[in-house]
């Protein structure tokens, strides 16, 4: 039997009276890419808050590399990392400077080689010297990518990671995180509302609604039990509640 | 309309209304009362004042350093990175404490050489025993900037006036411009519990008698050990209740 990475048991997450994430269990396993969906408030973000350490369950437990998160998460945090679309990295600072600033925080070796490396395969090397309040929204969108890189993660947390990415772009963002993901076993959770990207990258869904899991299995399964075409068309019968 | 319904929410946007004047009001109108007691000797105050707002500005600037700092960091949309990272808060802390020393030697330094230039006033002259009232003016500085982080993370963006705001309340009890002596009696017993009261009086100490006033170095170096542990205390009680109400993502987002 193979051994998860991330094993999330009854988690909970209660907001005064909104229950948004309600006794939710799910794992993670090697190499895998976890993809995570549902209609906005679903429960997504809060549980990738939670996996990080950001926000605190209500109740449940999390293991990450069998460790209790609560108990070691500074040990978890340095082979763990994210990148969200509404999170950015300093403003004021070059984009070479804002790696540093995080090679030096998950304590980096070799960081200008790993720093070259990662903005020669996100394509920014020609920026490395432009102010991040400069740069695009796309150009933001790699550079948080390769922070989130930095540290060889074994987990990769993505919330949203081509949100703001044109096609172009967004498909090399894809094509690269598969063959990280291949040559490093890393294991993803991810989370989009591009149900084409979630199909094409993930090897099993969850899909969320009110906080609760509707269902789970690889897309094909997902899509089949719901008895439509895609993941589109699932996406929007459970986004227009006829789900019973 | 749209004011008077932002206004009846915020309680920090409430405060900023009667804050400022009601400062002003206070420091000023103590000052006046000071300087019609000594008419006569108006030109010792220059050294007085100048001292004043220079020491005064070093603990500004320390509370800033903390305070501002931290806040760059939510208007850049960077503290989850952050927060997401191996760092702790107690580094997070430690470094925007770092940062704040860099400031303030800075703007010491830049305060110190311009009173020189402009009014021939060395703030050396006071001497040696500069030396532990300004580390204690960095400790309350950060003290107050920790607690201004604190009430941030806590209360979001419409506190952010804080962090400006904060260190200024200190100010009519800190016996910054005027001594402890001409504040009413509630004030005065305030002001015993202030460290920057005992600062500035000692500085007032040195430069009218020359004795080093040791007992108000020792309260204060009392008062902040109390304060920058009640800070760090404060900040690690309203870090756990941040993440558990989930407003530590929302003001990093």
């Not at chain 1, 051994?3 to 090697?30: C, H, M, Q, Y």
């Not at chain 2, 020189?116 to 060395?122: A, D, K, M």
């Amino acid at each position: 039997m193979r051994e998860s990475v991330v094993a999330v048991e009854g988690l909970t997450k209660v907001f005064k009276s909104l229950r948004a994430v309600d006794n939710v269990s799910f794992s993670i396993f090697p190499g895998e890419i976890l993809g995570l969906l549902g209609p906005n408030g679903a429960g997504k973000t809060t549980i990738i808050h939670v996996l990080l350490g950001l926000t605190t369950p209500t109740s449940g437990n999390i293991q990450i590399f069998g460790l209790d998160l609560n108990k070691r998460r500074a040990d978890i945090v340095q082979d763990v990392n994210f990148s969200s679309s509404y999170v950015s990295m300093p403003n004021s600072l070059t984009v070479k400077e804002s790696l540093k600033v995080f090679a030096r925080l998950y304590n980096i070796k070799n960081r200008e080689k790993k720093i070259q490396e990662l903005l020669e395969a996100f394509e920014i090397a020609d920026i490395k010297d432009k102010l991040v309040r400069h740069l695009s929204s796309g150009q933001q969108s790699r550079l948080n990518l390769a922070k989130a890189l930095i540290n060889d993660p074994k987990v990769l947390f993505l919330d949203e990671p081509t949100a703001s990415l044109d096609p172009d772009i967004a498909d090399k963002t894809r094509t690269l995180l598969k063959s990280i993901k291949k040559e490093r076993n890393i294991s993803v959770l991810y989370t989009s509302h591009n149900m084409k990207e979630m199909e094409e990258m993930s090897d099993r869904i969850i899909f969320l609604h009110k906080g609760q899991i509707i269902a789970e299995g690889k897309p094909k399964e997902v899509i089949h039990r719901f008895g439509r075409a895609n993941l589109e068309e699932v996406f929007l019968k459970v986004a227009r509640e006829e789900v019973a | 309309m749209r004011h008077i319904y932002l206004y009846r929410r915020s309680l920090p946007r409430l405060m900023e209304v009667v804050y400022w004047p009601l400062l002003d009001l206070l420091v000023w109108g103590f000052i006046t009362v000071y300087l019609a007691q000594y008419r006569e000797n108006l030109p010792g105050f220059v050294t007085f004042f100048i001292g004043a707002l220079i020491l005064w500005d070093i603990l500004f600037r320390s509370h800033q350093g903390i305070s501002v700092s931290f806040l760059e960091d939510v208007w850049a949309k960077n503290l989850l990175n952050l927060f997401a990272s191996p760092l702790s808060y107690t580094e997070y802390i430690f470094s925007l404490m770092l940062v704040s020393v860099v400031k303030l030697v800075t703007v010491a330094t830049i305060m110190a050489v311009l009173a020189w230039i402009l009014y021939s006033f060395n703030i050396f002259l006071i001497g040696i025993s500069l030396i532990p009232f300004v580390l204690n003016l960095i400790v309350m500085g950060w003290a107050i900037g920790i607690i201004t982080t604190a009430l941030i993370l806590r209360f979001g963006q419409e506190a952010e006036v804080l962090a400006w705001a904060l260190g200024f309340l200190f100010m009519p009890v800190s016996a910054v411009f005027y001594p402890v002596s001409v504040l009413p009696l509630f004030l005065k017993t305030l002001a015993r519990f202030v460290p920057a009261s005992h600062v500035f009086e000692g500085m007032r100490g040195v430069l009218s008698s020359g004795v080093f006033p040791l007992e108000e170095l020792l309260w204060s170096s009392g008062l902040n050990a109390v304060y920058i542990l009640a800070a760090f205390l404060f900040f690690r009680w309203n870090f756990v209740v941040v993440k558990r109400k989930g407003l530590l993502v929302r003001i990093g987002e």
